[in-house]
C-alpha cells in the first residue's frame, strides 16, 4: 500500500542557481517547489506552505540558516518538518547539529544526494 506523502518542498538559499537547479530537478521528481532567497518571516512562510521537508542555507539573509531552523524546532506546529541543512561549510554536520536539523548536505552535492538525503528525512519522519 502506498502511502500518500506531503510533496511540498520549500528551498531557503540566497544563491539563485542552486535555487534554479534544485527546483528544475525536484519538480521533475514530483515536488511542488517554493523557493525563498531569505529567511525572514520563516515561521509564517513555513506554515502558510506546510512542507514535508525544508532545504534550509546556512549562510542565507538576514538571521542566518541557524537561527532559522531554530524558530521551527521551536514552534509546535512545524518542529515535525524535517529540515535538511546544506552549505559549503567545511563543519555542516556540526552546524547542522547546532540548527536542530534532521540531515545535512555539504556543497557541492551530486544531485542524486539530494534525493537520497530528502527520501530519507521523509522516511524517518513518516
Not at 24 to 33: H, K, M, P, S, T
Not at 39 to 55: D, F, Y
Not at 67 to 74: P, Q
Amino acid at each position: 500500500m502506498e502511502r500518500t506523502q506531503n510533496r511540498k518542498i520549500i528551498i531557503f538559499d540566497d544563491d539563485e542557481d542552486i535555487l534554479s537547479i534544485c527546483a528544475y530537478l525536484l519538480e521533475e521528481q514530483g515536488w511542488e517547489v517554493f523557493t525563498y532567497t531569505d529567511c525572514n518571516n520563516v515561521t509564517e512562510r513555513v506554515a502558510e506552505i506546510e512542507p514535508g521537508v525544508i532545504l534550509m542555507d546556512n549562510r542565507i539573509p538576514d538571521e542566518g540558516g541557524i537561527e532559522a531552523t531554530r524558530k521551527l524546532k521551536k514552534s509546535d506546529a512545524l518542529q515535525h518538518i524535517p529540515v535538511v541543512y546544506f552549505s559549503a561549510d567545511s563543519d555542516i554536520k556540526s552546524l547542522a547539529a547546532y540548527a536542530g536539523a534532521e540531515a545535512f548536505l555539504a556543497k557541492p552535492f551530486d544531485l542524486g544526494d539530494l534525493e537520497t538525503i530528502i527520501d530519507s528525512v521523509i522516511s524517518k519522519a513518516s
